[in-house]
Nanobody, 115 residues
């Protein structure tokens, strides 16, 4: 079983930056995909960005050019650097790890961007 612990959320003004971190522990399939989804009030959970074991990335159109995902395979940790944040980025951000079995999810971290 995989456990994910997120950190780094908070309140920031529009145009500001935040960095999210997510550390995985437990039985981790080596060739996995780690990443971030988000869910705003009244909306469905949506993809933000994912990165696979060799560093290939995918981003939602809404965050391209502003967010950067990275990972440390030794530490089993994924990061999301969020720059030029907009009020529309306000959501609960969930870390995920997709490996050989069912996907694992973190508890979520709140990101609030004020205008």
């Amino acid at each position: 079983q995989v456990q994910l612990v997120e950190s780094g959320g908070g309140l920031v003004q529009a145009g500001g930056s935040l960095r999210l971190s997510c550390a995985a522990s437990g039985r981790i399939f080596r060739f996995n995909v780690m990443g971030w989804y988000r869910q705003a009030p009244g909306k469905q959970r949506e993809l933000v960005s994912v990165v696979n074991y060799v560093g290939a990335t995918n981003y939602a159109e809404a965050v391209k050019g502003r967010f950067t995902i990275s990972r440390d395979n030794v530490k089993n940790t994924v990061y999301l650097q969020m720059n030029n944040l907009e009020p529309e980025d306000t959501a609960v951000y969930y870390c995920t790890l997709q490996g050989a079995g069912p996907s694992a999810w973190g508890q979520g971290t709140q990101v609030t961007v004020s205008s």
